[in-house]
């Protein structure tokens, strides 16, 4: 007889064995279908290495989805899923695939097989944000039934291939072609896509004309052309979209960039459903109608940098959308009367376009959730206070809402809108999945520019649970991708631009596995020594963590939960790669320039093709981890139209570095010397440019918290962006100012020579008025179009001898020769602002926020169409103090100046000094120190 010991082992056997046979009687997948997916699994690893059993549709694998008798695979979802290599041509065998989505896997790459084409019942096929190049199979075309066709954000190039089909039309309501390298013309027969909502074409290298078949396209919400190399002009065929899309809600046109030429349809502006129209960049001409029954819809229209010369209102008191109408000849000269500055201003142009602004949840700062989460790596979701890695799903909506994007309300109605869908979808499911609305979190939104905002959602695992299962995560990133989340007004059009799974997802558990009996039998003895290595392992990791938190306070920089983390205000971080990527790896011909803080590249991110300013820090000029750390919480906090804004930063492989946005005009510096173009400053440009720069500088002295001393204001220091607004730089290397007292004793010598304050060689203190010194020399450099230090020694010395030996109106001998026949009342009044600034004594200095005024005052209407308009933290400080009253240079308030403008400065006119105005007051020491 056998002992009960070997009967119990024998029973196990028999057992396991039972098991087996039926699991590999309940193995009903089509072989061939098993057989590709093993190939997939093999050539792209990633999160397929959780595809295990014997059966992919009774087993339940990951992403894979089967007809109602799981016979044959007909979807695949495989989202942000980590798979890399190439896609085999043994795809093509799942012949009953019906989706296709294999969307947000950077490393998958090489060219698309042409067995794709086999796929004859595809009706969704995504492909999108990947690494895929070479061109797109003609096989393709034979896919008659595809109704989604996205492979955006590739480096797919070549011409388009045309469809194969006998049909007349396609049957696509979606066609996502944006952000590669495809040539050619536009192929007429995408035309033929009367159900099309989306058709994105732009940033590819399309030429030729707009296919008149555009015209069929009768269902279009969103027609976006925009950077290809596109002729010809507005095809007639445009007004028969509108008519048609009075049916269908055409939302937006999009075609900057695209050399059109030619007059606007007179009624382009009427479609009731346009939300925004965006020309900027061609060659448009004529006249720009205002009808009277202007889209109630519309929102914002682009049209700068065209031929428009004449704005046709039919209802002068009709409330007019954003209207952009600047480097136009209507904007120009006299036109500029009759167009008015509402529709010349960059104001509007500005907010948002070029500037990284991040609103984040009334809830991000709960203080009422206590600091628990133990992993850097964790996210306190503020509604429920506990911590978590979430899924991440970052949206791209289209509707002009960027004036609006700091209104939380806003916000609020996406996350319920975003809820009220997932559960829905989740309730269709078997079994439903429980959600609930303190599981999301609209956690930030940023312009991209003024006709995109991107919004970056999270979405918790349930309460109790730091991962969402598996199963979960790969529902919901494919309900996004696929535009089952559900959006209305004001949010549409919207699409999804990222998706970050839920870190370190858990697996999915579906009850209990066919082969649980067969682990736990062989499993139960490994797992107490798996326990064992696992602790072992965790406090090794332990200590690692703590020995890397001592040595580098960015460690605990992740989320912020943790006590140290910085407070973040759109500040992005990139690592060592990303910037070398960016650069061309640091290719000295993208170097823009160098300084005493290292050196400035010009920097390409791939994914959007937006340039950036690269500062890398040379090795002396580096900080240590906790200074770099202030210094990014610091510029995270500063928005302002007229001052260069921090995209993001390097903290990586010992660099420090700071991201800027790209400002391509060059530096005041550059204008005034000649060295940017041919071209000279007029006086209304310097005027408007001084004008700017005030006024960033009087943000960060008064608006900022806390505020800044900038402590080198210097004309190479003031940049000039496409629209010459002025924009200040290297703010970086301030101070933050005690909100009690603003100098600060400095040992090291900062700033420039030849725009210090003279008060900080015998003080070595900056304060506020430090910067108004510098800046008073920036007006003197306007002024004369000089250097500060020259052959003729310094500009303000040189000022003090002119006017010592021949009075105030011997300094217009320094006039720069390009200002001749500028009113003499502007010069004067431009003089007396800068010789206050750079008064001996601090305090007989105005402060910024008093140059602003004045400079407003004399520029007049003017400064309307200086970047931003008036600033509303200064209107508001105007109504909360008294404005100081201006230091009286001049000689018994100007009584010589005449009302008119027509006394003008003449090159040799030595009279004009004579009997000119300008009188000294004498409250400085004119003599050289």
């Not at 320094?814 to 600034?837: M, N, Q, R, S």
Request: contains cysteine; proline residues 6%.
């Amino acid at each position: 007889m056998y002992g009960g010991g070997s009967m119990r082992a024998w029973l196990s056997v028999a057992l396991v064995v039972a098991c087996l046979g039926w699991t590999l009687s309940a193995a009903v997948t089509d072989p061939g279908d098993v057989k590709v997916l093993l190939k997939l699994k093999k050539a792209w690893g990633g999160g397929l290495s959780l595809w295990s059993g014997l059966d992919p549709c009774y087993d339940g694998w990951l992403g894979v989805f089967c007809d109602d008798k799981n016979t044959r695979v007909t979807s695949l979802y495989l989202i942000s899923a980590d798979l890399a290599g190439t896609i085999p041509p043994e795809i093509g065998s799942l012949s009953a695939l019906v989706n296709l989505d294999l969307s947000f896997n950077t490393n998958l790459k090489g060219q698309l097989p042409s067995e794709l084409g086999s796929l004859t019942n595809l009706l969704y096929l995504a492909l999108n944000n990947n690494g895929f190049s070479g061109e797109l199979p003609s096989a393709l075309g034979a896919l008659s039934k595809l109704k989604w066709f996205d492979v955006a954000y590739n480096k797919l190039e070549g011409s388009l291939p045309v469809s194969t089909s006998s049909k007349d039309s396609l049957g696509l309501d979606t066609c996502h072609l944006n952000d590669n390298q495809f040539s050619g013309i536009i192929p007429p027969e995408l035309g033929n896509a009367a159900k099309c909502l989306h058709m994105l074409l732009e940033a590819n290298s399309f030429t030729g004309p707009i296919p008149e078949s555009f015209g069929n396209l009768s269902s279009l919400q969103i027609l976006s052309l925009h950077y290809n190399q596109l002729a010809g002009p507005i095809p007639s065929t445009l007004s028969k979209i509108i008519k048609f899309g009075k049916y269908a809600g055409l939302h937006q046109i999009k075609c900057e960039n695209c050399s059109w030429v030619g007059p606007l349809p007179a009624d382009i502006l009427a479609y009731p459903s346009l939300q925004g129209l965006y020309l900027q960049h061609n060659r448009l001409n004529g006249s720009l109608t205002i009808p009277v029954n202007l889209g109630k819809k519309l929102q914002y229209v682009s049209l700068q940098n065209n031929g428009i010369s004449v704005v046709n209102p039919q209802n002068p008191n009709a409330e007019l959308p954003q209207i952009q109408l600047e480097d136009n000849p209507i904007c120009s000269g006299e036109g500029l009367l009759r167009a008015g500055p509402t529709l010349c201003s960059t104001e509007a142009n500005s907010n948002g376009a070029n500037e990284i602004l991040t609103w984040i949840s009334s809830l991000t700062t709960n203080n009422s959730c206590p600091s628990l989460c133990r992993n850097a790596n964790h996210v306190l979701n503020p509604y429920t206070c506990h911590c978590g890695y979430p899924l991440v799903v970052t949206l791209e909506i289209r509707a002009p809402i960027s004036s609006i994007v700091n209104d939380t309300s806003l916000w609020d109605l996406l996350k319920a809108q975003t809820y009220d869908s997932l559960r829905n979808l989740t309730s269709q499911i078997k079994p439903p999945l429980e959600l609930d609305s303190e599981q999301l979190w609209v956690y930030q939104a940023q312009h991209a520019n003024h006709s995109k905002v991107h919004v970056r959602l999270y979405i918790f695992a349930p309460v109790g649970a730091e991962v969402m299962d598996r199963r979960t995560d790969n529902l919901i990133k494919g309900w996004f991708t696929t535009q089952k989340v559900e959006y209305t007004s004001p949010f549409k059009p919207e699409f999804v631009i990222d998706i970050e799974p839920s870190q370190e997802a858990g697996s999915v558990t579906f009850g209990v596995s066919k082969l649980a009996i067969i682990g736990i039998a062989t499993g139960a003895g490994a797992l107490l020594a798996l326990l064992g290595f696992l602790v072992s392992v965790a406090l090794r990791q332990k200590r690692r963590f703590e020995e890397e938190r001592k040595n580098n306070p960015f460690g605990a920089w992740a989320k912020a939960e943790d006590g140290n983390a910085p407070q973040l205000k759109g500040a992005r971080w990139f690592t060592f790669n990303d910037m070398r990527r960016m650069t061309n790896d640091f290719d000295d011909d993208n170097m823009l320039g160098a300084g005493g803080y290292g050196k400035v590249y010009k920097g390409v991110m791939a994914e959007t093709g937006v340039i950036l300013a690269v500062k890398r820090a040379q090795e002396g000029s580096k900080q240590g981890a906790d200074e770099f750390k202030n210094e990014i919480e610091l510029l995270s906090r500063v928005h302002h139209n007229n001052l260069v804004g921090l995209v993001g930063f390097c903290y990586d492989k010992a660099e420090q570095m700071l991201v800027y946005e790209f400002v391509p005009n060059g530096s005041l510096t550059d204008w005034l010397r000649g060295l940017k173009s041919n071209q000279p400053l007029d006086w209304d440009r310097r005027l408007l440019i001084a004008l700017g720069a005030a006024r960033g500088l009087t943000y960060l002295h008064e608006n900022a918290e806390p505020p800044i001393i900038h402590r080198d204001v210097k004309s190479c220091n003031i940049l000039l962006d496409m629209s010459m607004n002025a924009k200040v730089a290297d703010f970086g290397l301030s101070v933050m100012v005690s909100s009690v007292n603003d100098n600060k004793r400095d040992e090291t010598i900062r700033g420039t020579m030849g725009y210090l304050d003279p008060e900080y060689y015998a003080t070595n203190i900056m304060s506020s008025k430090s910067d108004v010194y510098s800046f008073g020399v920036v007006l003197l450099e306007i002024f004369t179009g000089r250097p500060p230090v020259s052959r003729e020694g310094h500009i303000v010395t040189e000022f003090r001898k002119i006017i010592a030996k021949s009075g105030v109106t011997g300094v217009f001998e320094l006039l720069d020769l390009v200002l001749v026949g500028t009113p003499v009342h502007d010069l004067d009044t431009f003089l007396k602002i800068a010789l206050e600034c750079v008064e001996d004594t601090p305090t007989e200095r105005p402060s910024m926020y008093e140059v602003v005024k004045q400079l407003e005052a004399l520029i007049g209407p003017k400064s309307l169409l200086s970047s931003g308009g008036e600033d509303p933290f200064i209107a508001q400080m105007a109504k909360a103090k008294k404005p100081r009253v201006p230091l009286q240079i001049f000689s018994s308030a100007l009584e010589d100046f005449r009302p008119t403008s027509e006394r003008r400065l003449q090159p040799s006119a030595s009279s004009h000094r004579s009997s000119s105005s300008f009188k000294y007051s004498g409250r400085f020491n004119p003599s050289p120190r």
